[in-house]
């Protein structure tokens, strides 16, 4: 029998660990304001979630979801904002059309930082997608700046469930649950 493989392309990915510190974050939101990853002080965790951006409609059913839902984890002590590297044109077209006017809503995410933060990154396919685009992808982060949970995905589909999120983080919190996958 023979087997034959292939060769990945060879480059140089970042993997974030949990219990250690994640890449700073700067991001412009709908609200004009800018958003700063290290300012922000919520009394358990920060959630950012990395979504494709407009020209996907499966970010739109998961945004849709996760706006519904935000009282549910601001009472756990979390808080959330959503991030693409659409231009602020785009992602405002988001907010509206998909009805996630509650939801923070941050633009402009680079290449670079996309990279920086272990997304996996997408060049487009179809004329209705960007040149380049991240893949989805969910971090909650301590007010400390440690990371405490990273879920990524290359396609835009098998991305964290909300409530199974909203479950395991209601146990975390009542049972001095510690970080899981830090070992490398």
Not at 61 to 89: C, M, P
Request: charged fraction near 15%; hydrophobic fraction near 40%.
């Amino acid at each position: 029998m023979t087997v034959t493989t292939t060769t990945p392309a060879t480059t140089s990915a970042i993997r974030l660990v949990p219990g250690n510190n994640v890449p700073a974050l700067t991001i412009d939101t709908l609200s004009g304001n800018a958003w700063n990853l290290a300012a922000q002080t919520p009394r358990n965790y920060t959630m950012v979630v990395f979504y494709r951006g407009l020209h996907c409609p499966l970010c739109a059913e998961y945004l849709k979801q996760l706006n519904s839902k935000l009282s549910q984890f601001h009472d756990l002590g979390i808080e959330v904002i959503a991030i693409s590297g659409d231009t602020r044109e785009k992602a405002a077209n988001s907010s509206e059309t998909w009805g996630v006017k509650d939801l923070t809503l941050g633009y402009g995410l680079t290449r670079e930082a996309m990279q920086q933060w272990g997304l996996y990154v997408s060049k487009g396919a179809f004329d209705y997608e960007p040149a380049y685009f991240n893949e989805p992808g969910l971090f909650l982060i301590g007010p400390d700046g440690v990371l405490f949970f990273a879920s990524i995905n290359n396609a835009p589909y098998g991305r964290t469930d909300l409530d199974a999120l909203l479950g395991g983080m209601d146990f975390v919190l009542n049972n001095n649950y510690p970080v899981r996958g830090t070992e490398v």
